[in-house]
């Protein structure tokens, strides 16, 4: 019940916004100011779940509040007798709310593919075009709008509605789920490669989102009493950037916060009229220059994050999960098979006629360690970005434990058990050592996404095991003091464990590890090779190597395949490469014959 | 005929002021990758300096003629709107080239905002007509009526857009655009003064838009809220042309000039923004490039 704690607290003082209203205590002006704090707590805390968490850039939110509100005035004008009002209210709102989020799905689509400055103009579009098709549907009152709904809305639902919108995002934001949604923050390809299923995630996230714009909008319509068009447009849209950005980027305090001071602020500044506009939008801009994190920018009040991911709570269960080395062991070293566990054949890659990868093939058999190497910019890591689904081959197959990898999206060849790291550290920097780890348990995920955001006891049970998990690796890798640090803070050296401790997470039965020395010096090679043998031995793995460096692949791999331009030049044994006149020819230059 | 020629001609003349405003989008995003919101407010802020110099001028008692009249009109409102950008650039972008590009197209909509409801505190809310700059006459060509105004626009924003073009392409500052616009980090290496080009594309691109600003003005009414609608079309039309080419933006902004036109044709004119941002969606998923844009490759 610890987790429940704040909300309970809170739900405690509902009493008050019944009754402080109905004794009169708060005035009429005073109940609609509080109203609409509630509601733009609504749908800034929404917004920034896109905005700030997922750190897609939707520009339109307002949209979906006039879905929403449409909806649910729709419902009490036409759909539900008038007399019914108060009892079919909430219905109303949850049924705005589900519009907007169907509309939510017409924005995830586009997400795609689009990122950045080109998805906020879609949003922008969309939301231009939902207050031009309202504007032409003589049904729903044209420009002039809808008008008549009852005065519905009270301090009291406004308050529900605010304690369960930050409930659920907060379970969102804590679950698996939620992590995945700030790894596409972090670095969208990286999540993929660790198993995070974006289009899922863009689309669990853009509708969730909306679902509150529409659930604010439906509350603000049943406060006005009408709603026109207009009351949609990219004004009311820049209003809630505002307050996002005020509050500050992947914060729910912040939203509460920034929405809070904008309503009151604005409020305040009544009396000045016109200039209330030139010196809000004078504000965003200093705000932009000085502060553009806003005032809590990613911290979070205590109240607002589940007792077990606060610090303490983090460094208790590090205590108890301790580092146990049997525990996780996969059992040496997988017994070679005559079958091969990768197969790769004549795999082609071009880059706009520019030929990157040429006829490459390679086997590899269960418990091998296998070096690719090569002059820089022989194809290496093309390679290696062709068999994890980054890109699509031009020509060739991928054959891993007799399956077709080829046309599959990354985090499917991910899950099927094979994990990677990077030429250069792609940590997810602004998230914790220990989510970093976590992410990586996307695909393993067995909970829905209802039991996430509801937070039931299935949800908790499994991330504590996800927890624990990844604890447990930190520790084996000697990264467990950092378990609630920033990625980023890491020394050099670290990170590069921390990129292996977050492949292994994924479960791979094969490790793609791309130049894991770069950077290094000659005893630091030594340890991580050291390190390399150890990880295939203590989980079992088969290894391929990407290295540019000789003294690398000589001392670990069993077998090297040699690229240059794209090319297979030699393949064989460490000893045999070492001769080859060819790989010398492409290491040195062409040999020069006394 | 005579019709489908008229019809051609307002397409003309309207698309010719969406593209001397979408040539500014064009530029600041080919140099910056950064969407300037506020580019239709300037576009706006223009006309109204047209607007008070164009007052005082014919009001004064020195009795100029016509051209002098609109050319030092067209002057004021290019040198002023162009160090109105220089100093919006200066003050509130610059301190933001290495913040996220998040923070700067947020900035942008700020100041747009702050453009449009400082000009509507102080100037107020009616629509103004421009007092009449050239004396208006009309040509009649076989049934067609073109008015002065009209191949006015026409013509001086083709000569506009050729000009710059021309300076894009053959001048030396026009060759340190696009250098800064190819590599940031590189041009200041090469000797290009990366801050100033910036400034200068800015400028350039406000004072392109007050040309677009005062022809605009002289065949429509004018208000502080104009911006908003312009400024998108022309956005659009940056889009469609593909965003960061200038022939595209040119292109990009007849087809825009078309579809304000041949739209009410076919469906109420209510229609127009739906027609308009479906357009821009359809171009945003299926060719984000847009019509003269090449694709990028993304590099992990």
């Known amino acids: 019940m610890r987790r429940w704690r704040g909300f309970l607290i809170a739900l405690a003082f509902l009493p008050l916004a019944v009754l402080l209203p109905r004794w009169g205590l708060l005035n009429l002006y005073q109940q609609q100011v509080l109203m609409y704090v509630g509601i733009n707590i609504i749908l800034t805390a929404s917004l920034n779940l896109v905005n700030g968490y997922m750190g897609e850039f939707s520009v339109g939110h307002a949209a979906f509040m006039a879905v929403g509100a449409y909806g649910a005035s729709l419902m009490t004008l036409w759909v539900f007798p008038r007399e019914w009002g108060p009892l079919v209210f909430p219905l109303a709102v949850v049924a705005g709310g589900l519009a907007a989020s169907l509309a939510g799905l017409v924005v995830a689509i586009p997400s795609f593919k689009t990122r950045g400055d080109y998805l906020a103009i879609v949003t922008l579009a969309f939301n231009m075009i939902v ?3 309202l504007e032409n549907i003589d049904a729903v009152g044209g420009p002039r709008g809808l008008m008549g709904m009852s005065r519905l809305t009270s301090v009291a639902w406004v308050y529900i509605w605010v ?4 409930f659920v995002l907060r379970n969102y934001i804590y679950s698996n789920y939620g992590r995945g949604t700030q790894a596409i923050r972090e670095d969208e390809t990286a999540a993929a490669l660790v198993s995070v299923n974006t289009r899922q995630v863009k689309v669990m996230t853009f509708m969730l989102s909306s679902f509150f714009a529409g ?17 949609f447009g990219i004004l009311k849209s820049t209003d809630v950037l505002v307050m996002v950005y005020l509050g500050g980027i992947g914060s729910l305090t912040g939203s509460v916060l920034g929405a809070t001071t904008f309503t009151v602020v604005l409020e305040l500044l009544r009396p000045l009229q016109v200039w209330r506009w030139v010196i809000g939008p004078l504000l965003l801009v200093l705000l932009m220059i000085f502060r553009p994190r806003g005032m809590m920018g990613l911290r979070e009040l205590k109240l607002l994050v589940p007792p077990e991911e606060r610090p303490e709570g983090i460094r208790a269960a590090l205590a108890s999960a301790g580092a146990d080395p049997a525990r996780r062991a996969g059992g040496g070293v997988p017994a070679g098979g005559d079958r091969p566990l990768l197969a790769v054949r004549g795999l082609t ?15 590899v058999f269960p418990g091998e360690i296998i070096g690719i190497i090569g002059p820089n910019g022989a194809g290496k890591t093309t390679v290696f970005n062709l068999i994890t689904g980054v890109y699509r081959p031009t020509a060739g197959s991928v054959l891993f434990r007799g399956q077709e990898l080829v046309g599959r999206p990354a985090h499917e060849i991910i899950r099927s058990g094979i994990a990677r790291t990077f ?3 792609r940590l997810f920097k602004d998230l914790s050592v220990l989510d970093n780890v976590r992410i990586a348990r996307y695909a393993r995920v067995r909970y829905s996404l209802w039991a996430a955001a509801l937070g039931t006891a299935a949800a908790r049970r499994e991330e504590e095991e996800i927890r624990r998990g ?15 640090a920033p990625a980023r803070g890491l020394p050099y050296g670290e990170q590069r464990r921390l990129e292996i401790a977050r492949a292994l997470a994924c479960e791979p039965v094969l490790l793609l590890l791309d130049e894991p020395a770069a950077g290094m010096n000659p005893s630091e090679i030594d340890a991580l090779l050291d390190h390399i043998r150890w990880v295939r031995e203590h989980f079992g793995l088969t290894v391929v190597l990407i290295e540019h460096q000789m003294r690398v692949v000589m001392g670990i791999c069993e077998r090297i395949t040699v690229l240059d331009f794209g090319a297979t030049i030699a393949e064989g044994s460490p000893a045999e490469i070492q001769r080859h006149p060819r790989v010398i020819e492409a290491y040195l230059g062409e040999a020069v014959v006394a | 005929m005579g019709l489908a020629v008229q019809y051609l001609l307002n397409a003309l003349q309207v698309g010719s002021v969406y593209a001397l405003i979408a040539l500014g989008y064009t530029m600041v995003y080919g140099i910056l990758t950064m969407i300037n919101f506020a580019h239709g407010d300037i576009f706006m802020v223009s006309t109204y300096i047209a607007f008070f110099v164009g007052v005082a001028l014919l009001g004064s008692a020195l009795h100029l003629g016509a051209v002098p009249v609109f050319l030092a009109t067209m002057l004021a409102a290019v040198l002023g709107t162009a160090t109105l950008a220089a100093v919006i650039e200066r003050v509130a972008y610059k301190p933001l080239r290495q913040a996220p590009r998040v923070s700067a197209v947020i900035t942008a909509l700020g100041v747009g905002l702050f453009l449009e409801n400082f000009t509507l505190a102080t100037i107020g809310p009616e629509p103004r007509f421009l007092p009449p700059l050239v004396p208006v006459g009309r040509i009649v060509l076989g049934g067609v009526v073109i008015s002065t105004v009209q191949a006015q626009t026409i013509v001086l924003s083709a000569l506009v857009m050729l000009l710059l073009d021309t300076i894009v392409r053959r001048t030396m500052t026009g060759m340190a655009m696009r250098a800064v616009s190819w590599d940031k980090f590189t041009a200041p290496l090469m000797g290009v003064p990366v801050d100033r080009i910036i400034t200068l594309t800015f400028a350039l691109g406000a004072s392109i838009a007050a040309v677009g600003g005062v022809l605009y003005g002289m065949a429509y009414t004018i208000d502080p809220y104009m911006g908003i609608r312009i400024g998108w079309w022309a ?5 469609v042309g593909g965003i960061g080419n200038i022939r595209g933006a ?4 007849y087809i825009l000039g078309a579809v304000e036109i041949f739209t009410p044709i076919l469906l109420p004119s209510t229609y127009r923004d739906f027609v308009a941002f479906s357009l821009l969606l359809v171009f945003l998923i299926f060719r984000p490039t847009g019509i003269l844009g090449r694709p990028v490759a993304m590099k992990v």
Not at chain 1, 163 to 166: A, G, P, R, V
Not at chain 1, 470 to 484: I, K, M, S, V, W
Not at chain 2, 235 to 239: G, M, T
């Open chain 1, 131 to 133: 207050k031009s098709v």
């Open chain 1, 163 to 166: 304690l369960l919108t930050l």
């Open chain 1, 215 to 231: 659930v604010a909008g439906g509350l603000f319509a049943h406060v006005l009493q009408f709603i026109n068009p207009r009351s």
């Open chain 1, 349 to 363: 890659h071009y880059f706009d006629g520019l030929r990157a990868v040429w006829d490459f093939n390679l086997e």
């Open chain 1, 423 to 425: 030429q250069t550290i």
């Open chain 1, 470 to 484: 990844a604890l447990e690796l930190l520790e084996l890798f000697h990264l467990g003091r950092y378990a609630d």
């Open chain 2, 235 to 239: 956005f659009i039309s940056a889009v």
């Open chain 2, 250 to 253: 040119m292109i990009g902004g």
